[in-house]
């Protein structure tokens, strides 16, 4: 009863246009992006200020109504999918989406929880500068799922994480107070970092409503290469080799194996391999500069060259228009999209550290390949700083679904354990949710649940912001 008078205020207060119980419309936010989870909710709540996100969560509270909040809705372990008991709200941000302030002076930009990142790009691209993170979801991904994931990319060896980028946090907490961090400090050493505890902490300490974001000035040119390697373990050098030749503006060293290639390339439309032969593995990489004159591309062509020539690259192309460079990049972006049409994996967003990497792939993945016979590992991404999508798909001919429901939790188990041996995190940049939350307790080092539940029960002691996320749900 109580419930119903709390839902019935929430629609009196947002209107049509930012409450619903429909089925028909909360359907779409209820399953989560790779389609492993679908939940139930009572209603979708999408306020348009931050007065009527406060208004949300107090409502919340004072019923003890769980808050799941979402953005783009495309999280990679279900982290902003409501539970299946259907007790919850959506709290979604979509309709929050000004871009507040650019400030030239500060290099940084006020944007709202639900912008999406491609218009961050844009605002920024206006103003003559770069916000420089990435990824292939930056048409749905919005800044609140980015600050609330700590959000990587394809950029994060030179720029860094959502973390390094984000200069300020506006929040409503459980209580209903509003922590006001919006203004760009670039220092402040005042204890505990609020900001710092919110990011990351995949909505369960609060609703992130605006963040402020640092840029960059913006490249005059960029020089996208694809690359042939000859072996995986000659990439880390070759990095370090650009790195010295463009005097450290390498912003991405991505890799791709042929069979995600494949992969790409027979489900988009029009796509094709940039090199004539098959390689192993391939890079994809890019130098940007934001000097005018600055001789990179000749610098990234000498040392290619220099590379195929010594026999550590087979093959490399240099993209000669940006039209060329956008095509390398849509098909690297793609992958995770191709794999998902082929029946998708199990997938681990690993890290180990960046001289580790090529190691850990190479003994690991005929490692699962022979304890889950006929799996295909498909290892791609980030490897530049140490991050990589260590996937595991069904065996060909496999009934992929019903295979991966019944092998994933011994795979995860089998990779995770190798990641920990080797030093590394089961979760580099996806977050854990609630895919990675059985692996993240199993694994977690003595002491690191017990802080983090502290933390969780100081600021959110009803368990309602988006309970059973990163950590198991309060008895
Ligand atoms: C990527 O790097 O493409 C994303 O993190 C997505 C994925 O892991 O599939
Ligand atoms: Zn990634």
Known sequence: MMQQQALQGLRERLGPAGFTDDASDLAPWLTDWRGWRTGRALAMASPASLEEVRFVVQAAVAERIPIVPQGGNTSMVAGATPEADGQAIILS?????????????DNALVAEAGVVLTQVHDAAAAAGRLFPLSLGAKGSATVGGLVSTNA?????????????LTLGVEAVLP???VHHGLKALRKDNRGYDLKHLLIGAEGTLGVVTAATLALVPRPVERAVAWVGLVRLDAALPLLRRL????????????????????????????????????????VLIEADTSRPGDPLADAMRDSLGAAVESGEVA?????????????????????????????????????????????????TAPA???????????????LGDGNVHFNVRAPEGADGEAWLRQNSGAINRFVDDAVVAMGGTISAEH???????????????????????????????????????????CD
Do not use: C
Request: no cysteine; net charge neutral; glycine share 10%.
């Open 243 to 282: 790195e010295a030749a463009t005097g450290g503006q390498i912003s991405s060293f991505e890799i791709v194996p042929q069979a995600g290639l494949d992969l790409v390339t027979h489900h988009l439309a029009n796509a094709r391999a940039p090199l004539a032969g098959r390689h192993q593995w391939h």
């Open 93 to 105: 941000l979509r309709r929050m989406r000004r871009i507040r302030a650019v400030s030239i002076e």
């Open 152 to 164: 990587g990319g394809v950029q994060v060896l030179r720029y860094g994480t959502m973390r390094a």
């Open 175 to 177: 209580d209903g107070t």
């Open 315 to 363: 093959d490399a192309v240099i993209a000669g228009s940006e039209a060329q460079a956008e095509a390398l990049w849509l098909l690297r972006e793609s992958l995770p999209e191709a794999e998902r049409r082929e029946g998708g994996a199990a997938k681990h967003d690993i890290a180990v550290s960046v001289a580790d990497m090529p190691a850990f792939i190479i003994q």
């Open 431 to 473: 977050g854990i949710g609630v895919l990675k939350r059985d692996e993240f307790v199993r694994l977690a080092e003595p002491g690191r649940l017990e802080w983090m539940r502290a933390v969780k029960s100081a600021l959110d002691p009803l368990g309602i912001m988006n309970p059973g996320k990163l950590l198991p749900p």
């Open 368 to 382: 699962v390949e022979s304890a889950f016979p006929g799996a295909r590992v498909l290892a791609f991404g980030h």
